[in-house]
């Protein structure tokens, strides 16, 4: 595969996530299932180091701004997004199928898991003495009013992540892979 052509996959699977996340928000077919994951570890995976970073994160920041993303979680959510961008790299290093399906399957459920405990901490910050107390038992009580907003997100990630990270390496061997030569002329 040639670089453009890895490119292209990436930004496509970007144009798509930003899709996604504008007709979930509306329809709220899958409620917090997003695509971004998926797009950091085909990015991770297809990509030079720096790339696949920053594409996620612009792919984020592109989102928040066509979709009027503006409240203060969002801190909170983008080092959620950060670590997830840069976690991603790790799928990198997977050398077979059963890898790559238990590092996408850890990863996906990992970075879940991190935007459910980063969100809902950010949720009970910012709400203190308002949505919820202003302790260790308002905390809690955040964590356990996400847990529905966890379970979607996980198991959707369990799903796609793993999906993705091996597509993506077929699609990067499918590139190492020299070209026939042709027939020598006679």
Do not use: Q
Request: contains cysteine; proline residues 6%.
């Amino acid at each position: 595969m040639s670089t453009v052509l890895k490119y292209v996959v990436v930004a496509v699977l970007a144009v798509v996530s930003i899709a996604w996340r504008d007709l979930n928000l509306h329809t709220f077919l899958a409620p917090g299932v997003e695509l971004v994951t998926v797009l950091a570890v085909a990015s991770a995976v297809l990509l030079p180091r720096v790339p696949a970073v920053a594409v996620p994160l612009v792919t984020v920041a592109v989102g928040d701004v066509v979709l009027g993303s503006s409240s203060a979680i969002s801190l909170y959510v983008w080092v959620a997004w950060c670590a997830v961008a840069v976690g991603a790299l790790a799928l990198r290093a997977a050398r077979s199928r059963r890898a790559t399906l238990a590092l996408g399957a850890g990863f996906g459920a990992a970075a879940s898991t991190l935007f459910f405990l980063v969100s809902n901490f950010g949720t009970w910050m910012l709400g203190r003495g308002e949505w919820y107390a202003d302790s260790l038992s308002g905390l809690l009580a955040a964590y356990a009013a996400g847990v529905p907003f966890y379970l979607v997100p996980l198991g959707a990630n369990l799903v796609l992540v793993p999906v993705a990270a091996l597509a993506a390496h077929a699609l990067r061997a499918s590139s190492a892979v020299p070209a026939p030569s042709p027939l020598p002329v006679r």
